[in-house]
Structure formats: structure tokens, C-alpha cells
């Protein structure tokens, strides 16, 4: 059965209407949950607004566990999935840059998008930035290269890495989630309310 | 009491219930395409559409680009690309429709707007950088790689958040 | 009254109530009985490629194809070795029926980079060895349509057309002359010595350039 696509069951041509839709359904549900709005996203370090860390942890562990359902009554081959291959050190690096990039700009690639949409000018500032970003990267990429394609572990998943049932890691990683809900919650309360 | 309102006017969805919503399309995105969702790659296939128009030879010698590039087919022509069309047509409607359709800089009200738009761009510099580096932002790489348990989605997405966190403090004026 | 207050109670508890609910789904996921996985194709998949014409490559397909010399192409004789040493198509491997599976002879048939064409007297054996294969996942795995009979009625002895066959069939004809006459030289060196040709074989398909996949469009990268 699935991925439908790849396997031919929906032709090729719907490909990108299929693409709009989906994007589509994406911005609305990320502006409709205030990802829009970087002072909401910029919460989750400062333990005044966690829908962060909430909405993230709940679509992985919704998206992880309906997976393996799936794969499991056979109506999606997990292995046919893309799985982002793990180049170790750039993944770190990246990742780190990311990092402070999220903080001092407040936004990520696909919330920016949405900010632009209604209208933040911060958003397409942020977006300018990216575009820049994206811009010197390339441009110094022959620099980076050897860095970019270094390390590489292929494309592994945790299954691989620790060696142990993918039920397992689910079971495990939704505890955490649910952990830090409720972790959340309580260091929320604790934490002078920050209004936006 | 109502003033406090006026002031706090972000009536947003539960977000469990957007993080369900969103776990289901992510689901559904699997299903479909085999490949999870994403939002930088679209800006990439527009950095190289840019710079093939304006210098191809450029373009053609760079081995960045020239990855993206295919003879007689616009980097455009892209699926990333097309759902990024789509996220900028329902974060609009998402804000039609919740009357949230304004021009303007959102910022805390300790920091002028030219300060927040200079981290801004400073921000999204470093986001953009740092994106191509581990091959994939928050959507593409962490979200998307965390719910087909791909390790390097799980690195990434520690390395952002844990990096958010350790710099938090320092940005504080920023925000709070 | 009391059932508003039931579900009063009820939406305090809500987000317990859904953390349980995910807890539960998740430990279903350890807890479910594992049962091991079809390896290779999917029965589906398996019936509609056996009904599909597709995995046949005719007689004068193959003779063009060979006449070219096209470097793409790796013929597996599925008859036993004595019926090989006997005769064989040029450049063919013998890889008789029983023996498909060996270790040694596994890498030829479980590859993507050659056309594999199976053969046999008629389509039998090789119509076997293809429904073996291709139950594995194996790719690009083609059968000789009729087998060694059939290539000995259309290339090496083809008929004269009659004289009310269409322009076609004449040069139809004159291709198989042609291509009967280049293997009539062919299947005498073949014979002269079968077994050294299949082990010289054995080395050259690592030199040949890959062809591109024909795999399905793979999903590829986010962001």
C-alpha cells in the first residue's frame, strides 16, 4: 500500500496539487496555533508559553505511534519512508546554529512563513535573513564541504543507533513527551506571566 | 478586564489540539508522499532560482547549486516549493479568518522595532545558515525525521533546543 | 444534575484522560504481537507482475540486442549443464534450475545493474527461475519468450515469408537472416569452449559501467 505516491497507487500528477493542500492544511494549523507570533514561540526558553514544546512533542509522538500503526496493519512500508540521513557533526553544528538563530530572530523557517502571511514585518525581515543565510552557505560551500559531507552515518534511525524495538523508543519517547507536559504546566506556574 | 483583553488578543487553538491536528497531517504527508513536511528547502530552490537568473555561469560552477540545478527544469518545479505556496495561503487564511491580518512589527515593549528587526535578520541569518549545514530546519529535519524516528532529526532537534536554551539568558531583553 | 456534574469532572480530568489514552496507544505498540514480516514482494504485487506481458523479452528483441552488443543485457541459461555444454546462446551463465539459490550464483540474479534474461528449451524452467526471483524482490528479471525453441524457429532457421505477407514480414525476415548468420559464427565459438567463457564472464560484469536504476522515484529529502 502506502507511501501512495511513490508506489504509483495516486499518479505523479498530483503530486504538487497534493503538496498545495498539504502545505496549506500546515500554515493554517501552525498560525491557528500561534506559531505566527514569535514572543509566543520565544515562551518556550523563558517558561512563559510552552505551546512549543507542546505542539512539537504532541504531532511527533500523534505522528511516531499512527506510523507504526500503520506499518503494522501493512498499509504504509515504513521502509519506504524517507528517513533524513544523520551526518552527525553538521547535524550538532546546525543544529547549534539554529539554535541562537531561534533565539535572536524568534522565528523558524516554516513559522516565519506564516508570520509574512498575516503580515509580521519582523516575520519577513526573519525571512530576508534566511534567504542570506542560505545565500553565504552556498556561496562558501566548497569552505564547508568537507564538513557538509563528513561524518555521515547514512540514513539511520534510532532502531539502528540503540539496537533496541522501534515499540520500545515510541513507548519510551511518549513517556517523556507526557513528562514534559506535565513539567511544563508546572514551571508555567511558577513563571511571572509575560502578556504579547 | 477588558482592556487586558484588547492587550492579549491571542485566542489560539489548545495546543495539544494543534499538535494533534499537526501529527495527523505529518501522518498523512507520510502516507502519501513517503517524505515528511518542510519549509527551508523551498527558500533554497528560491536562492538558486535567483542566482541561476541573475548569474548563471555563476550558478552552473558552484557546486552547491548546481546540485539543484537540472537542464530545462526551473528549481522551482519542487514539491517543497509548492507546499510552502500553501503555507503562506492557509497562514493567511488562519489569520483572516481570526482577524489577525495586520502590517507590523511585533516586539516586547522594552526593544524599539529597529532592534527587533536587526535580530531579526541576524537571526534568520544564522537560522538559514545553520539549516543548510544540518540539511534540514525544524519542520524538515526535526519534526519530519523525529516521527520516522530518524536519529539525526532527534540530534538536530536537541542541538536546537538545547542550544535555545543555553543562550536564552543573553537574548532575555528580547523577549521578556 | 448530576450528569452535568459527571462531565464537569470529566473535562477537569481531560488531559489525564488523553495522556492516558496515549499511553495506552503506545504501550499497544509494545505490547501487540509481533508476527514477522512478508520479505520481498507483496502477493499483489507478485500476481499482477506474473499476469503482466512485460516480463517477456521476444526472440528478436533479444537477437538485437545481442547483435548490438549491448553491454546492458545478462543472459542465464536455467537448463541443466549437460543441455548447456550441448548448446548455449553466446555470453550466456549457466545457472541450472536447482542450483538458483547457491551463494555463488545469487549475485547474478539479486542485482539492479543488468537486464537479466532467463531461458530455457521452451519457457518452463526459465518461467520458474523468473516467479523464484521476482517473489525475492529481485529486479529486472526478463524470460526469453519460447525459449531456445523458439529462438531456433525465428532467428537461426527463420521461415520465408509468403508472398502475400506485408513489407514487414520480409524484413523481418531478412533481420533474422541477418542475425542467424552473425549467431551461426557465435554458437560455434560458444561451443568450442562453454565453461571458460561462462567464468570469463563471471569477471567482466564488475568493469561495466552501471546502468541508472530503474527504481521507482524514491522520496527524497525536507527541507
Known amino acids: 500500500m502506502g507511501p501512495l505516491i511513490p508506489n504509483g497507487i495516486i499518479p505523479e500528477d498530483w503530486n504538487y496539487i497534493i503538496a498545495i493542500l498539504i502545505g496549506l492544511a500546515f500554515g493554517y494549523i501552525l498560525e491557528a496555533s500561534g506559531f505566527s507570533s514569535s514572543r509566543k514561540l520565544a515562551g518556550v526558553f523563558y517558561g512563559y508559553d510552552f505551546a512549543v514544546l507542546k505542539v512539537f512533542f504532541t504531532s511527533a509522538v500523534v505522528a511516531v505511534i499512527g506510523l507504526y500503526y500503520m506499518d503494522y496493519l501493512n498499509w504504509v512500508d515504513i521502509s519506504q519512508l524517507y528517513v533524513h540521513p544523520t551526518y552527525l557533526w553538521a547535524a550538532i553544528i546546525g543544529g547549534m546554529i539554529m539554535g541562537v538563530g531561534f533565539l535572536a530572530g524568534g522565528f523558524c523557517p516554516g513559522t516565519s512563513l506564516c508570520a509574512v502571511a498575516i503580515g509580521k514585518i519582523d516575520g519577513m525581515v526573519f525571512t530576508l535573513g534566511l534567504i542570506i543565510g542560505i545565500f553565504i552557505f552556498s556561496e562558501s560551500?566548497?569552505?564547508?564541504?568537507?564538513?557538509?559531507?563528513?561524518?555521515?552515518?547514512?540514513?539511520?534511525?534510532?532502531?539502528?543507533?540503540?539496537?533496541?524495538?522501534?515499540?520500545?523508543?515510541?513507548?519510551?519517547?511518549?513517556?517523556?513527551a507526557l513528562v514534559a507536559f506535565a513539567f511544563s504546566d508546572w514551571v508555567r506556574s511558577k513563571v511571572k506571566k509575560v502578556f504579547y | 478586564m477588558k482592556d487586558k483583553k484588547q492587550q492579549n488578543?491571542?485566542?489560539?487553538?489548545?495546543?495539544?489540539?494543534?499538535?494533534?491536528?499537526?501529527?495527523?497531517?505529518?501522518?498523512?504527508?507520510?502516507?502519501?508522499?513517503?517524505?515528511?513536511?518542510?519549509?527551508?528547502?523551498?527558500?533554497?530552490?528560491?536562492?538558486?532560482?535567483?542566482?541561476?537568473?541573475?548569474?548563471?555561469?555563476?550558478?552552473?560552477?558552484?557546486?552547491?547549486?548546481?546540485?539543484?540545478?537540472?537542464e530545462g527544469e526551473s528549481p522551482m518545479n519542487n514539491w517543497l516549493v509548492f507546499e510552502a505556496i500553501g503555507v503562506l495561503l492557509g497562514a493567511f487564511l488562519s489569520g483572516a479568518f481570526t482577524g489577525r491580518l495586520k502590517l507590523k512589527v511585533q516586539h516586547s515593549p522594552k526593544i524599539t522595532s529597529k532592534r527587533r528587526l536587526i535580530f531579526a535578520l541576524a537571526g534568520g541569518l544564522l537560522f538559514g545558515l545553520g539549516a543548510q549545514i544540518a540539511r534540514g530546519c525544524t519542520s524538515g529535519a526535526a519534526l519530519s525525521g523525529m516521527a520516522v524516528l530518524s536519529t539525526g532529526g532527534f540530534i538536530t532537534m536537541m542541538a536546537i533546543f538545547g542550544t535555545g536554551y543555553a543562550v536564552a539568558y543573553f537574548f532575555r531583553k528580547n523577549w521578556i | 444534575m448530576s450528569k452535568k456534574y459527571k462531565l464537569k469532572r470529566l473535562l477537569v480530568r481531560r488531559y489525564q484522560i488523553l495522556a492516558a489514552i496515549?499511553?495506552?496507544?503506545?504501550?499497544?505498540?509494545?505490547?501487540?504481537?509481533?508476527?514477522?514480516?512478508?520479505?520481498?514482494?507483496?502477493?499483489?504485487l507478485f500476481v499482477k507482475n506474473a499476469i503482466s506481458s512485460e516480463r517477456?523479452?521476444?526472440?528478436?528483441?533479444?537477437?538485437?540486442?545481442?547483435?548490438?552488443?549491448?553491454?546492458?543485457?545478462?543472459?542465464?541459461?536455467?537448463?541443466?549443464?549437460?543441455?548447456?555444454n550441448?548448446?548455449?546462446?553466446?555470453?550466456?551463465?549457466?545457472?541450472?534450475?536447482?542450483?538458483?539459490?547457491?551463494?555463488?550464483?545469487?549475485?547474478?540474479?539479486?542485482?539492479?545493474?543488468?537486464?537479466?534474461?532467463?531461458?530455457?528449451?521452451?519457457?518452463?524452467?526459465?518461467?520458474?527461475?523468473?516467479?523464484?526471483?521476482?517473489?525475492?524482490?529481485y529486479k529486472n528479471l526478463y524470460v526469453l519468450k519460447g525459449g531456445l525453441n523458439e529462438w531456433f524457429n525465428t532467428i537461426i532457421?527463420?521461415?520465408?515469408?509468403?508472398?502475400?505477407?506485408?513489407?514487414?514480414?520480409?524484413?523481418?525476415?531478412?533481420?533474422?537472416?541477418?542475425?542467424?548468420?552473425?549467431?551461426?559464427?557465435?554458437?560455434?565459438?560458444?561451443?568450442?569452449?562453454?565453461?571458460?567463457k561462462a567464468v570469463a564472464k563471471k569477471k567482466t560484469p564488475k568493469k561495466v559501467k552501471p546502468k541508472p536504476k530503474k527504481k521507482k522515484r524514491v522520496p527524497e529529502g525536507g527541507c
Open chain 3, 157 to 196: 532457421s527463420p521461415k520465408y515469408p509468403d508472398e502475400t505477407m506485408p513489407k514487414e514480414a520480409f524484413e523481418l525476415y531478412s533481420f533474422r537472416k541477418a542475425a542467424g548468420m552473425y549467431f551461426g559464427i557465435g554458437v560455434i565459438d560458444t561451443k568450442a569452449n562453454p565453461i571458460e
Open chain 3, 56 to 84: 517477456y523479452i521476444n526472440t528478436d528483441l533479444l537477437a538485437d540486442r545481442l547483435v548490438n552488443q549491448d553491454p546492458s543485457i545478462l543472459l542465464i541459461d536455467t537448463r541443466p549443464e549437460k543441455e548447456f
Open chain 1, 141 to 176: 560551500f566548497s569552505a564547508l564541504e568537507p564538513f557538509f559531507e563528513g561524518s555521515n552515518l547514512g540514513n539511520i534511525t534510532l532502531v539502528d543507533t540503540l539496537g533496541i524495538s522501534p515499540y520500545w523508543i515510541i513507548f519510551v519517547f511518549t513517556i517523556i
Open chain 2, 9 to 70: 488578543r491571542h485566542v489560539y487553538w489548545n495546543p495539544y489540539f494543534g499538535g494533534f491536528l499537526l501529527g495527523l497531517l505529518i501522518l498523512f504527508t507520510f502516507y502519501m508522499t513517503g517524505r515528511g513536511l518542510g519549509a527551508s528547502g523551498a527558500l533554497k530552490s528560491s536562492v538558486v532560482t535567483m542566482v541561476n537568473t541573475v548569474a548563471p555561469t555563476h550558478a552552473q560552477n558552484n557546486t552547491y547549486y548546481s546540485k539543484f540545478i537540472k
Open chain 3, 22 to 44: 496515549l499511553f495506552i496507544l503506545a504501550a499497544g505498540l509494545v505490547l501487540l504481537p509481533k508476527y514477522k514480516k512478508n520479505e520481498g514482494v507483496k502477493p499483489e
Open chain 3, 86 to 137: 550441448e548448446f548455449a546462446l553466446p555470453n550466456a551463465i549457466n545457472i541450472p534450475l536447482k542450483n538458483l539459490l547457491d551463494e555463488n550464483y545469487i549475485e547474478y540474479i539479486d542485482q539492479d545493474i543488468y537486464d537479466i534474461i532467463l531461458y530455457s528449451n521452451d519457457s518452463f524452467y526459465a518461467d520458474q527461475a523468473w516467479m523464484i526471483g521476482n517473489r525475492l524482490g
